[in-house]
């Protein structure tokens, strides 16, 4: 398993330390830190534009060109050799041919919002997964999926004939290649054999190197000759299916032949993806035959499933100088896996797959905003910045012509994170302090931990600000956000947890507590110290030899914990600016933005009245209901009580709700709670039953499949919701992406165009009364009919088409849908920003509202933000974020 690889890696190191042995394996450890970060940076753009669609694809392809793809432009390089002495040339290369690849894009936009100063120019490169290259603008790097950003490709990016052509480029546009690529081609030496060949220089580890440490099979067996300890291990290969060897192998290591207990995972496929447990000899080469025939890989590791033991990962960084390493292993992070009683019995089979390892639990990895890097890196002292430019600028040590980088730049961590310092700025008056609250008590608060987070860490590179992250905790009974006879002493007593950088960078919101709880514990935390100053220690006899490094900016400071009453009257003191997060329950149904107001606090999003009024779906639909004659048109809905769905007959409900409603279909969802969470597509009674079952049981997820219409896995609220609406489901016609149909305008797809209904999320931002329409993104829906959460907020899944095709819409439909997505929000009193979600005409622009959100999701993924580099000019989410935090202090003022 993964641990047993980490624990021997980091075995590994330590001797190294100790005697100086075996060079070659300690380089291969510290790799999987180095893959684990990349650059990025504000660019100066210089001299002329010109609009990249318009770029010949030939232009890239020579050697001497003398252009780059920044912020969707094409910008004219300059040759003056003092710009090019001070500024550092660096192309991010990321994307790749494994499943991993979107793994990838999360850690190339994860990078793009990091990296900041004025001696750093970033390209962007992607490989698709047939190896062909890109120059991507980091624009691009938004888009939420490999799959949304494979169809864009052809239109948006400067491709390349050839991989030696795009070496060549590369040779002659940048100084150094960071490699974000993950699995093969990133992990394996491919893409670094491939600048060996060219002499170009890099960060990480080399060729030969990588190839032996991604073979699972192979590294095993390297540390198992050197004496480390490794998880006894069998290999299959191709068709041979060795089953005598294979029972010897169980027979050696004790293990029953029928039902003996294994992992099955790809030796050269990254950590995650194809990796199962299988039950015995026949089983164990049934799923590695799965692998190989899946076309994962042909050479497939079989391991003893190891029980009892603590697993963890662990972020080794080099700080020596040039080809002399000097590794040093950050503060481990203990990997434990969630389970959630689905009914499987064998959850106690979880492995760290790829659903566990990428989405919001506790097994988050890549690089992404809360990856383990920036969270160890965190802990003793590195902020994003700080780290990854430390990565770069090291890097930069082992190639002699790059001397000039590594021994003397402008690397400066940009605002230190002490207690000290930080009292320094606050005595600036142009210093504006910000509160960013996420979490609560709904099914999407891991969801709005995820947009918080993204919002802090792209306000805190603005120098006038001060951003603080806060938690509002869950209650210790998680309380509906459909209870709305809460007491208002009940809110204003719940706790919120003011957060410093290090506790912030976890993957749920429980995370977030009990770190919180651990940091204040007096044992553990002067434990935690010791060890981080040990750490910091063994990093700075490194460090301090370098001119770049300019010190941690980091500090070891403690949560703070306060009654929401106390946190906004605190607020108050310092006068600083809510940025709301929250979604759902208390944070949209306008209860804490009238404690806000109370107060006299600024805050970002609509004010209580609308919030309340958005945030029910039927009081949504009763104050647009008049604009019918103006092209808006509302659902009919049918409200009941969960209570009366579980003691009724359900076919006697499922008949009196199909003919109020005067439909064959329905549409279920909870009456006040999130946008993704709980909505489902009911065909018939026992589609209803399904459902109500779940309701019943108190059931997180509804697998997949479980209704009579194929579907994905439907998130459930938790706790259940007391109010459900049903309404008719909405036939839109369906819209396919294929590789393999192509139409007159160029774009993959496959769509008949029958009930001329498509459906649409667009933002609205602006000020009450003139809120203006962004432009909005066709929802291409990867399974069943229903987004999911994934596909509404997180790399991996889902496709959207922003603005949407001129193939489906036509340019004066989707302005007349525009105009009165802007009467809509004008009508609910909408300020600040919102997203509508709506089926809109192809052909007449007539909207027919779905729901409003008042707290739209804000991850790194969300159309919000592709919706607003769409804008001309294009706002990226710093600046995107910085417009919604002024919105408010106009409101204010």
């Not at 935690?528 to 220690?537: A, D, E, G, H």
């Not at 005067?662 to 459902?691: H, I, M």
Request: charged content about 20%; proline content about 4%.
């Amino acid at each position: 398993m993964a641990s047993i690889a980490q624990a021997s890696k980091l075995a590994l190191l330590r001797q190294r330390q100790q005697n100086d042995a075996v060079g070659l394996n300690t380089r291969f450890t510290a790799y999987k830190s180095f893959v684990l970060s990349q650059n990025s940076v504000t660019v100066r753009l210089s001299k002329k534009w010109r609009s990249y669609s318009q770029t010949k694809r030939s232009g890239f392809g020579v050697p001497h060109a003398a252009a780059e793809v920044v912020d969707d432009r094409i910008v004219e390089k300059e040759e003056d050799s003092k710009e090019k002495d001070r500024v550092l040339r660096v192309g991010v290369v990321c994307g790749g041919p494994s499943a991993e690849r979107g793994i990838s894009l999360n850690s190339a936009r994860s990078v793009l919002d990091h990296i900041q100063g004025d001696d750093l120019r970033v390209s962007c490169y992607y490989i698709d997964c047939n190896l062909n290259a890109y120059a991507i603008s980091p624009a691009q790097a938004y888009s939420n999926t490999p799959a949304d950003f494979d169809f864009k490709l052809e239109n948006l990016a400067q491709g390349f004939q050839s991989l030696s052509e795009f070496a060549e480029h590369l040779a002659a546009s940048v100084d150094i290649v960071f490699p974000v690529i993950h699995g093969k081609f990133g992990e394996d030496g491919g893409i670094q054999e491939l600048l060996e060949e060219y002499n170009i220089p890099f960060v990480g580890t080399g060729s030969n190197e990588c190839l032996q440490a991604f073979d699972k099979y192979d590294a095993s067996m390297e540390l198992s000759k050197l004496g480390f300890i490794t998880a006894p291990s069998f290999l299959v290969q191709g068709s041979e299916r060795n089953e005598p060897e294979l029972s010897k192998w169980f027979a050696r290591n004790q293990l029953d032949p029928y039902s003996g207990k294994v992992v099955v995972k790809p030796a050269r496929a990254g950590s995650s993806i194809g990796v199962k447990v299988a039950y015995g000899v026949q089983d164990s080469l049934t799923k590695a035959n799965e692998i190989i025939s899946e076309g994962i890989d042909d050479r497939v590791l079989i391991e003893i499933f190891l029980k009892g033991g603590s697993e963890f990962t662990a972020i080794v960084l080099d700080v020596g100088s040039g080809l002399d390493c000097h590794p040093v292993v950050l503060l481990p992070t203990e990997v434990e896996l969630q389970f959630h009683g689905s009914g499987d019995a064998r959850e106690n089979d979880a492995i760290f797959n790829y659903r566990r390892k990428y989405l919001p639990t506790q097994q988050i990895s890549g690089m992404e905003q809360t990856s383990f890097l920036f969270q160890q890196a965190s802990k003793v002292g590195f902020s994003h910045s700080n780290i990854l430019r430390s990565i770069i600028y090291h890097a930069c040590l082992r190639f002699p012509n790059l001397a000039s980088f590594s021994s003397g730049s402008s690397h400066l961590p940009r605002r230190s994170k002490s207690s000290q310092i930080r009292e320094v700025i606050s005595n600036e008056e142009s210093t504006r302090k910000v509160s960013v609250i996420f979490g609560g008590n709904t099914s999407e608060r891991q969801v709005s931990l995820m947009s918080g987070t993204n919002v802090w860490l792209n306000l805190q590179a603005f120098d006038d600000l001060e951003v603080t992250p806060c938690l509002l905790a869950p209650t210790s009974e998680y309380s509906s956000s459909v209870d709305s006879d809460n007491k208002e002493n009940d809110v204003s007593s719940r706790t919120v947890w003011s957060l410093p950088y290090s506790l912030v960078l976890r993957h749920t919101t429980e995370e977030v507590i009990a770190a919180c709880i651990e940091a204040i514990e007096p044992t553990r935390a002067a434990l935690t110290s010791q060890l981080r100053n040990i750490v910091m220690n063994d990093l700075m006899e490194g460090l301090a030899k370098h001119s770049w490094f300019t010190g941690f900016d980091i500090a070891d400071e403690p949560p703070m914990r306060f009654s929401l009453e106390q946190w906004i009257k605190q607020a108050k003191e310092v006068q600083a600016t809510v940025f709301i997060a929250v979604h759902g329950g208390i944070g949209e149904d306008g209860t804490l933005q009238a404690m806000l107001e109370a107060e006299g606090v600024s805050y970002t999003g609509p004010g209580m009245i609308p919030s309340k009024t958005c945030m029910d779906k039927v009081a949504t639909s009763l104050a647009l209901n008049h604009l019918s004659t103006l092209g808006v048109l509302t659902i009919n809905k049918d409200v009941r009580r969960k209570e009366d769905l579980l003691n009724m007959p359900i076919l006697d409900v499922w008949h009196d709700l199909t003919s109020k409603l005067r439909c064959e279909t329905l549409c279920v969802k909870p009456a006040r709670d999130g946008c993704s969470t709980g909505v489902a597509r009911l065909c018939c009674a026992k589609d209803l039953e399904v459902y109500v079952k779940a309701l019943e049981d108190c059931l997180l997820r509804i697998p997949s499949n479980s209704l009579s219409k194929s579907h994905g896995v439907i998130e459930m609220p938790n706790p259940p919701p007391n109010l459900l609406i049903f309404e008719p489901f909405i036939e839109t016609d369906e819209i396919i992406v294929s590789t393999k149909s192509t139409n007159e305008n160029g774009l993959r797809l496959m769509w008949k165009g029958c009930s001329r209904w498509v459906e649409v999320t667009v933002g609205v931002i602006g000020k009450r009364g003139s809120m203006h329409s962004l432009s909005p993104s066709l929802t291409v829906k990867e399974t069943g009919d229903i987004l999911s959460l994934e596909e509404k907020f997180q790399g991996g899944t889902g496709i959207n088409l922003t603005p949407p095709p001129l193939s489906i819409i036509s340019k004066e439909a989707l302005e007349r849908c525009k105009e009165r997505i802007e009467l809509i929000a004008n009508t609910l009193q909408l300020e600040g920003f919102s997203r509508i979600d709506a089926f809109v005409n192809v052909d007449s622009g007539e909207v027919l509202i779905i729901e409003v959100n008042t707290v739209p999701g804000m991850t790194p993924s969300t159309v919000l933000i592709h919706q607003a580099l769409a804008e001309q000019p294009p706002m990226y989410p710093r600046q995107f974020f910085r417009l919604l935090l002024d919105l408010a202090l106009e409101r204010s003022t």
